[in-house]
């Protein structure tokens, strides 16, 4: 029971504060409005996340069959769409370390933070994976589920609450157009090499 639960959390923690989608659109958010204004994304995030932890549990035991049918599906769009944020925080350069002067655009709030979720193929691999392996056991508890949903939404808040105080703890650095545009391409090519690999061409290059 103990060795189950350390992989779990092990899998989870590693799972939810490496680089991804989430973790550098928070970052971003940090670097331009610090992180009380990207509390709105990351509120998103974590509604999002919880309802893909869910839907992965329903997955896990009624849906492995359709799944592979729609992985190759949800894998380009959620490419397409992570390039498309990697324009965005490129076009929102000028933005970081502006304070709280700048609009935020849909993608940078509560709506884009909830359906970036659902075009993110790192949050669906895990949500199967985490529900078909490492809590298979308890996905015909519905209150377990969904208690479990509540605790993994939990981590995820904390991993990009950790990367936005981050992202906001450089602002100060962020004092010239020229380092503007440094951070900003860093998580933009970050965002376009994450498209890459969750699309798979790394493996069609050299595979």
């Not at 989870?12 to 940090?30: D, E, K, V």
């Not at 974590?46 to 049918?69: E, N, S």
């Not at 906001?168 to 157009?177: H, Q």
Request: charged fraction near 10%; glycine fraction near 12%; charge should be positive.
């Amino acid at each position: 029971m103990n060795v189950s639960l350390v992989a779990t959390l092990t899998f989870a923690l590693t799972m939810t504060f490496s680089p991804g989608p989430n973790n550098i659109m928070s970052t971003s958010l940090g670097m331009m409005h610090g992180y009380r204004k990207a509390l709105p994304l990351i509120a998103g995030i974590v509604c999002g996340f919880g309802i893909i932890m869910l839907l992965g549990a329903v997955a896990a035991t009624i849906l492995l069959g359709v799944v592979p049918a729609i992985q190759p599906f949800v894998k380009y769009v959620g490419a397409v769409y992570i390039v498309w944020l990697a324009w965005i925080t490129w076009s929102h350069r000028r933005d970081f370390g502006a304070g709280g002067g700048a609009a935020l655009t849909r993608t940078q709030g509560f709506p884009g933070g909830l359906a970036l979720q659902f075009a993110n193929p790192k949050a669906i691999a895990y949500s199967l994976v985490m529900y078909s392996t490492f809590l298979a056991g308890i996905v015909r508890d519905i209150p377990l589920v969904a208690l479990s949903a509540v605790a993994l939404a939990g981590v995820t808040f904390a991993a990009t609450s950790t990367w936005a105080l981050a992202g906001a703890g450089i602002r100060v650095w962020l004092n010239s157009d020229r380092r503007r545009a440094i951070a900003a391409g860093v998580l933009a090519a970050a965002l376009i090499c994450t498209a890459v690999e969750l699309a798979g061409l790394p493996a069609l290059v050299f595979g």
